[in-house]
């Protein structure tokens, strides 16, 4: 059970009229309600071709809890919703995919931050390719990632989203489906790895029992450490971070133990054995550790 801090501002908007907000929610905890959400844009061959589009089906048996993000949309309650369903239609996706919706910026009803229900347990709506079992918690905004350098909107979701994704899933999802912290899943897991941002991976990983920290702020700061292009360079890097003889590199084998050593060292990063952009940052990261400027 998660405690907040109330918010100091309380938002609240109209809808369009073809967009239908409950008024009776579908479950309360102590500082948000969930309530479903009818009318939201859909292309005019919804549910889409058969095998390819939405499908219902009776009795569908939940198994796993994506946390995803919207990649935009910065507004609020409703109308956040409401302009990430034109946008997918807008792609030619049937309707909005996901089945819960937690927007930007809060609104505030009845003295409770609001959160939506687009679909109901039955639908089946290809959010997550090859997770048929899946629900999907989808943030509104865009937020950092070391995974896709500076192209986000806002560094991380407010605290008090954060709180309500945490009361949502483990308050609500997690019991209702009878499943296990292990059961969270977010879109990095599905390869998309910049997705949903820093901060929810990290949520998501350390809810599910992993060893993770959320990447320091600076991480993605333009850093004068020198050229990483080729190989040579790279090795020469891990090299000195974790002080010991790059002679050996050369030999596929020690180079991967050594990069994965220093993956295993770095609390947001997964042993791979290989280099990527996240793993590079990391290395910048840490050699400006080695050598403070003044």
């Given at each position: 059970?998660?405690?907040?801090?109330?918010?100091?501002?309380?938002i609240?908007?109209?809808?369009?009229?073809?967009?239908r907000?409950?008024?009776?929610?579908?479950?309360?905890?102590?500082?948000?309600?969930?309530?479903?959400?009818?009318g939201?844009?859909?292309?005019?061959?919804?549910?889409?071709?058969?095998?390819?589009?939405?499908?219902?089906?009776?009795?569908?048996?939940?198994?796993?809890?994506?946390?995803?993000?919207?990649?935009?949309?910065?507004?609020?309650?409703?109308?956040?919703?409401?302009?990430?369903?034109?946008w997918?239609?807008?792609?030619?996706?049937?309707?909005?995919?996901?089945?819960?919706?937690?927007?930007?910026?809060?609104?505030?009803?009845?003295?409770?931050?609001?959160?939506?229900?687009?679909?109901?347990d039955?639908?089946?709506?290809?959010?997550?390719?090859?997770?048929?079992?899946?629900?999907?918690?989808?943030?509104?905004?865009?937020?950092?990632?070391?995974?896709?350098?500076d192209?986000?909107?806002?560094?991380?979701?407010?605290?008090?989203?954060?709180?309500?994704?945490?009361?949502?899933?483990?308050?609500?999802?997690?019991?209702?489906?009878?499943?296990?912290?292990?059961?969270?899943?977010?879109?990095?897991?599905?390869?998309?790895?910049?997705?949903?941002?820093?901060?929810?991976?990290?949520?998501?990983?350390?809810?599910?029992?992993?060893?993770?920290?959320?990447?320091?702020?600076?991480?993605?700061?333009?850093l004068?450490?020198?050229?990483?292009?080729?190989?040579?360079?790279?090795?020469?890097?891990?090299?000195?971070?974790?002080?010991?003889?790059?002679?050996?590199?050369?030999?596929?084998?020690?180079?991967t133990?050594?990069?994965?050593?220093?993956?295993?060292?770095?609390?947001?990063?997964?042993?791979?054995?290989?280099?990527?952009?996240?793993?590079?940052?990391?290395?910048?990261?840490?050699?400006?550790?080695?050598?403070?400027?003044?």
């Amino acid at each position: 059970m998660t405690t907040y801090t109330r918010a100091t501002r309380c938002i609240t908007t109209a809808p369009r009229p073809d967009v239908r907000v409950s008024s009776i929610p579908e479950w309360e905890g102590p500082e948000i309600r969930l309530v479903s959400v009818e009318g939201l844009a859909k292309s005019p061959d919804f549910p889409g071709p058969r095998g390819k589009g939405y499908e219902r089906r009776s009795g569908r048996r939940v198994q796993e809890v994506f946390v995803t993000q919207s990649g935009g949309t910065r507004r609020h309650g409703p109308q956040c919703l409401e302009r990430y369903a034109q946008w997918c239609v807008d792609q030619r996706s049937p309707a909005p995919p996901h089945t819960f919706y937690v927007p930007s910026t809060l609104e505030v009803r009845n003295g409770k931050f609001e959160v939506y229900r687009c679909w109901g347990d039955e639908w089946d709506t290809r959010a997550v390719p090859r997770h048929p079992a899946a629900v999907t918690v989808c943030v509104g905004g865009k937020f950092k990632s070391i995974h896709a350098g500076d192209d986000f909107i806002d560094a991380r979701p407010s605290q008090e989203v954060m709180e309500a994704i945490d009361s949502l899933v483990c308050d609500y999802l997690l019991p209702r489906y009878n499943l296990r912290e292990d059961a969270i899943r977010g879109s990095f897991d599905a390869g998309d790895l910049a997705n949903p941002g820093d901060a929810l991976e990290c949520w998501v990983r350390k809810t599910r029992g992993e060893r993770w920290e959320e990447p320091p702020e600076d991480l993605l700061q333009r850093l004068d450490d020198g050229p990483l292009r080729t190989q040579a360079q790279r090795h020469a890097a891990v090299a000195k971070i974790l002080n010991i003889d790059s002679g050996n590199f050369e030999r596929g084998f020690e180079w991967t133990h050594a990069l994965g050593k220093f993956q295993d060292s770095v609390p947001w990063l997964v042993r791979t054995g290989s280099w990527s952009i996240s793993t590079e940052r990391a290395v910048r990261w840490a050699l400006r550790r080695l050598s403070p400027p003044g």
